[in-house]
């Protein structure tokens, strides 16, 4: 019988990474500091600021290691790449579901860096992109192969339905009702039938 294989040790990068979320969803950017990373991190003093220089590159390096991590939980990889709306639906339904129950301080630290970064111009642009490269393109390509005719605008209601929930179930009025896999499956597919099966609608005419 072949031993199971055990996953690589942590990188220093990697540590530091975790730390700076768990100190994010658990006391938000004003926990966040370097000697709170060291210590939550169980490092020497001084290994975050050789990391990360300074405050913006911390949370540089807290933005780039959750998108890591989030890629890890959602694992749009493991999509369906077919056409099949139902079964986009299902996969969507099963990694939100994944999300809101496995580490729910992913969410939580995603909502801390999201208001931060609103408040640092030059750290926005990174944020946009980690999150362009990493769920919007593969949305895109998705809602293609399963009909869409208008993939772009289809992908920002997606996306949109997807972080309402997520946000009323992690920190709004549903917290404390974490949806079955049954309800996002259902939601999803009503959803994803209404954009795939619909004529886009006539632009308004302007004045009107």
Known sequence: MTAPRSSPPATRSEVIGDAAISLLAGGGLRALTHRAVDEA?????????????????????????????????????EMPQGEDADELADGLALAMHRYLTRDPSLLIARYELALEITRRPELREMYVRTGTSAFRKPLVAMLSRAGSNEPERHTLSLVAWCDGMLFSCTAGSYAAEVPTLGELRA?????????????PASPAPRGG
């Open 41 to 77: 991190a169980g490092l020497p003093q001084g290994s975050t600021s050789n990391h990360a220089r300074t405050r913006a590159a911390l949370i540089e390096a807290a933005v780039r290691h959750l998108a890591v991590r989030e890629s890890q939980v959602i694992s749009l990889e």
């Open 187 to 199: 939601g999803l597919r009503e959803l994803l039938h209404g954009m795939l099966s619909t004529r």
